[in-house]
C-alpha cells in the first residue's frame, strides 16, 4: 500500500498552519485548528487584536481556497486598573 503526499488535502493545510502558528513569531499555541466536516475551523485566545489580525492573515494564506471559519478571542493577561469592590 503506498500513500502519496497531497498538500492540498485540508488535513495538509489545516497542519501546516498548526505548524506556522507554533513556530513563527507569532507562537499563539492557544488557537486550535480543526477539521469540522468539509470546512476547517481556527478558534482559541489570542493576545492582542494585533496577533488577531496575524492569526487571521496567516490562516486565509494556508487554507485558501477551503471554506474555513474563525472563532478568536482577545483575551487581556492584564491585572485589573483597580480593586474589586464586593458587596
Keep these: ?3 502519496t503526499h497531497n498538500p492540498t488535502l485540508p488535513e ?3 497542519q501546516h498552519l498548526r505548524d ?3 513556530h513563527e513569531d507569532i507562537a ?3 488557537v486550535r485548528v480543526e477539521l469540522r466536516g468539509h ?7 489570542v493576545s492582542s487584536p ?3 489580525e496575524t492569526v487571521l492573515r496567516m490562516a486565509a494564506e494556508a487554507l485558501h ?3 474555513w471559519r474563525h472563532d478568536l478571542t482577545v483575551v487581556s493577561a492584564r491585572p485589573p486598573d483597580r480593586e474589586e469592590e464586593l458587596p
Aim: with cysteine; glycine share 12%.
Design 65 to 67: 481556497p477551503l471554506a
Design 39 to 45: 470546512a476547517v475551523v481556527v478558534w482559541g485566545p
Design 12 to 14: 495538509y493545510r489545516a
Design 50 to 52: 494585533g496577533c488577531r
Design 28 to 30: 499563539e499555541l492557544g
Design 1 to 3: 500500500m503506498t500513500t
Design 20 to 22: 506556522r502558528l507554533a
